[in-house]
């Protein structure tokens, strides 16, 4: 069984402020992926990253970082210097590398809010 | 390119009627997947199918959801007859190797 826990339901930042959001996962899988997937306001689900559990070097894109320790089972995203824009809703999300599963296992999200 | 197409974007119905939700994955993608989505239950995987064979669909909540995929760049979810409590946002993503596309949503209202 697999589980993604996205402890931070919702943040509250003020514009220009750096933000971490956390992801915690567990699986039984020795090989899997990870993702962050945004959903801002106006609803659809955008895909930001995917990373897989044999790397666990640290990625930046921009004004975003992830953060992935497999010792802790962590794969946290950093917003640096935040915008308005940046306010939505972030999901955490999980499926195994190996076999035919191809589900993607979500966490519950953390809604960021960027204040001006 | 275009995204996963779903249509419509929205509905409302009452209850007792049935409504059929349509996606339009990305060109030369072989899984497609059906999700909904509500306040209490999160992102929820109803079923997916690879290469137009269904594949899992324990997520089904009843036997009032039904999907099918025809052809490889045509998926149909249907419900009937629907109910209030099937109100929620009906998500459709595809893709190639492992990450998945969504589309925009389907917002469902059942009155």
């Known amino acids: 069984a697999q589980k993604v826990t996205q402890a931070q339901t919702e943040i509250s930042v003020v514009e220009k402020e750096d933000v971490t959001l956390d992801c915690v996962y567990e699986?039984?899988?020795?090989?899997?992926?990870l993702f962050w997937y945004k959903q801002p306001p106006s609803g659809e689900l955008v895909f930001l990253i995917r990373?897989?559990?044999?790397?666990?070097q640290n990625e930046i894109s921009g004004r975003y970082s992830w953060n992935f320790q497999k010792s802790t089972s962590s794969f946290n995203f950093t917003i640096t210097a935040s915008q308005v824009v940046d306010s939505a809703v972030y999901f955490c999300?999980?499926?195994?590398?190996?076999?035919?599963?191809?589900?993607?296992?979500f966490g519950s999200g953390t809604q960021l809010t960027v204040l001006p | 390119d275009a995204g996963v197409i779903q249509s419509p974007r929205h509905e409302v119905t009452e209850m007792g009627q049935e409504v059929t939700l349509r996606c339009k994955p990305i060109?030369?993608?072989?899984?497609l997947f059906w999700y909904r989505q509500t306040m209490m239950r999160g992102l929820e995987l109803l079923i997916y199918?690879?290469?137009?064979?269904?594949?899992?669909d324990s997520g089904m909540p009843e036997d009032r959801f039904s999907a099918k995929m025809p052809n490889a760049s045509f998926s149909t979810l249907k419900i009937q007859p629907s109910e209030p409590r099937d109100s929620a946002v009906y998500f459709c993503?595809?893709?190639?190797?492992?990450?998945?596309?969504f589309g925009p949503g389907t917002r469902l209202l059942v009155l």
């Open positions: 993503a595809s893709s190639l190797s492992t990450t998945q596309y």
């Open positions: 699986t039984r899988d020795t090989t899997y992926y």
């Open positions: 990373r897989n559990s044999f790397d666990e």
């Open positions: 999300a999980l499926t195994p590398m190996e076999g035919s599963a191809r589900q993607l296992t």
């Open positions: 060109s030369g993608h072989d899984y």
């Open positions: 199918f690879n290469n137009n064979v269904p594949i899992d």
